[in-house]
């Protein structure tokens, strides 16, 4: 438990009064002799969800407004005494990463009293109470999930993965030139190949017979797509190749050329993929309008590992391939599947990225020559050589209102400015950007900072924040955030007593 001094703890009282119960927070009194299963019920459902906090000692907007809904922990500290002890010991797996901050303040009744903010990160695990179930968190309340949700649950945060199911494929079907070249580079003991897979846990038995595991089919099969196809997924990659910088419907889309089905085990997808792509960047690209080449700047390594990612992270239970995407101005790579784990578009640049698929990461990197080390910085490195090369930073997309769920990554081949270096630095600092603030930094004019913000809202570095008017505008750079989150769990300390 951290304890705020009164100075500390007032601008996080207003902020928490000020908000609103979400998604993201929770306001809970402390009276109910029930209070403890529910708060239980909250926590869990905050972690199986995007995280949150729950505000204890403090009654819902319906009581009021301002102090008058401070009733503090006074009404039960018995009950947060049994919380902090059951919040070790009642879930399953244990939660570890709820934080408690005690705020003094002054209650309703003019008394010296304090509230407690529980801070709960979101996991990437799924959690269950013993005895209670598995809960998720509403947009308002908290609802225990169903048997399907929890499996559905698990598959997004990478806890189960589709590559390590069973598949009814022919062993033979595997033994392959693929195959041939991981067992020579791995330098496995001679045997049948059922054997020789079941030993590296890429086969199992099923009813008496041996199965591949769906990462052996993936790995290893010529034509593992084809195969998988009876089990309603993909595992293909589609190159498409446009001119101008928009993808246009309709009955003649933009394609320079037409789409590149790149098909067989992975190793080979991921070779082929780079290969062809790297070959269009070289060739340059004529640009619809003017008329002129587009010199491509990306760095190798960055293309490889974008493609690379896509491969070994996408969800390969989805009935969607990856999608390879190559415009005048930039490169999307679309790998279907949400964000495993607590990974997310704001913090993949330094929480790098978690294994969805292990089985197939780890025996990538056994063949002669591996796309991967599996060291976990891959991401890291492509944000620090694109910045290298003075580039705008990756852009890590999650659509979860498509039918099939994704991830893109668009590598855009636009230099940075100088100025954008200030810019970001500002943005860091204060969160959002006005022209009046751009003028200072850049030196520039009214006229020309409008048009610089325009540029960058263009390219899809900064958005407009929502709910301004046009007249006192401000930019914010692009990702997911829930305000109320952000600000009242704040930076706590990592070695607190849970």
Known sequence: ?????????APRIASMLAAHESRT??????????IVRKLLEAICAFANTEGGVLALGVADEKQGKGAVRLFGIQENPEALDELTRKVRTQYHPPIETIRFLRLPCTLRDSSAGQVVLVQVSQSDKVHSIVDDGTWTRLTSGNREMTAAEIAELSYRRGVRSAESEPVPVSLDLLATDAWRRFVDAR???????????????????????MLPRRAAVLLFADEPGSLLAAQGSRADIRLMLYDGNVMQAGATPNLRKPPKTIRGPLIDQIDEAVRLVLEELARGLTLSRSGFKARHAYPERVVKEAIVNAVIHRDYRLNRDIFIRIFDNRIEV???????????????????????????????????????IDAGEGVRMMFAE???????????????EAAVESVTVTLLNHERPSVWDEVGNWLDLHGSIANADLCRIANVDTLKASRMLRDWVDEG??????????????????????????????????????
């Open 461 to 498: 570095v900064l958005v407009p924040m929502a709910g301004r008017g046009k007249r006192n505008m401000v930019y914010v750079k692009p990702q997911h955030v829930e305000e109320d989150f952000d600000l009242l769990s704040g930076e706590l300390d990592n070695n607190v007593d849970k």
């Open 386 to 400: 694109m910045s290298a090369a003075r580039l705008y930073p990756p852009r890590y997309r999650q659509n979860l």
């Open 25 to 34: 927070l929770e306001f809970k009194r402390m009276g109910d002799n029930k």
């Open 1 to 9: 438990m951290i304890d705020l001094t009164p100075e500390q703890a």
């Open 334 to 372: 679309e790998s279907p599947g949400a964000f495993p784990g607590s990974i997310n578009e704001n913090n993949i640049a330094k929480a790098g990225s978690k294994a969805r698929n292990p089985l197939i990461a780890g025996n990538l990197r056994e063949f002669p020559v591996p796309p991967n």
């Open 187 to 209: 330098g496995l003991k001679s045997g049948a190949i059922a054997d020789q897979l079941f030993r590296i846990g890429l086969a199992e038995k099923s009813g008496g017979d």
